[in-house]
């Protein structure tokens, strides 16, 4: 049973265009809500999260937007770069314990 | 550099043969834990231990066993690995101070054949 569930599985975007991951959870007893992103060969690294007390937090060319009454939430990168290319995965946790998504290749078109 | 070790990077067992992951952490993290990651399953809890001396299941333990040494280290056995055990193991530190969020491992490329 998947506790976080991510779409889609794989995008294209052409660079300077806006990528959009969705993920979606059903347990509100989650807190926590990380995205992570990982390049070929290397582990997931941490990329921005946020907790269900705020609808939006933004680093950067990175967005997570949260709409706990949906208990949904995304991850925008705006102008999209070649270098963004990665598997981003979405998590949510409770009590040190995190839940990933099933991951997202995203591919960045020069 | 700080963070966490993993060795080795790739091994590839036959079936049957037993093996151990080893993992360090120079963080002073309190709780590890070991992931597989598979395609189009993401990544999925084995093990995870809160503290020196604990240590507890996740979602897919069957065929696995870990020993917590001291904080620093955290290993996964496989005692007699199957095929279905090919998979890429990901050992992970939680993070309790700036982003809290895992500190992962360059990840140990398993093949079972």
């Known amino acids: 049973q998947q506790q976080v569930k991510q779409s889609p599985q794989s995008l294209i975007v052409q660079k300077g265009g806006i990528s959009i991951i969705n993920c979606a959870y059903e347990n509100t007893a989650f807190d926590y809500f990380p995205w992570y992103q990982q390049f070929p060969g290397k582990g997931p690294a941490l990329l921005i999260a946020i907790r269900p007390d705020v609808s939006e937090k933004k680093e950067g060319r990175f967005t997570i937007s949260f709409n706990k009454s949906a208990k949904q939430f995304s991850l925008h990168i705006m102008d999209s770069q070649p270098g963004d290319s990665a598997t981003y995965f979405c998590?949510?946790?409770?009590?040190?314990?995190?839940?990933f998504g099933t991951g997202t290749s995203l591919t960045v078109i020069p | 550099n700080a963070g966490v070790t993993q060795t080795p990077k790739f091994q590839v067992l036959k079936t049957g043969q037993s093996m151990t992951l080893q993992c360090a952490q120079d963080m002073n993290h309190n709780s590890m834990y070991w992931y597989r990651q598979d395609p189009g399953m993401g990544l999925r809890l084995i093990y995870y231990?809160?503290?020196?001396?604990?240590?507890d299941k996740g979602e897919v333990p069957n065929g696995y066993n870990v020993s917590r040494l001291n904080k620093r280290e955290f290993s996964l056995r496989l005692e007699s690995a199957a095929p279905s055990q090919t998979s890429v193991y990901f050992c992970?530190?939680?993070?309790?101070?700036?982003?809290?969020?895992?500190?992962f491992g360059s990840g140990t490329r398993l093949t079972v054949v």
């Open positions: 998590a949510a946790s409770i009590e040190d314990q995190f839940y």
């Open positions: 231990s809160a503290s020196e001396g604990t240590t």
């Open positions: 992970a530190s939680l993070t309790g101070t700036g982003g809290f969020g895992y500190t």
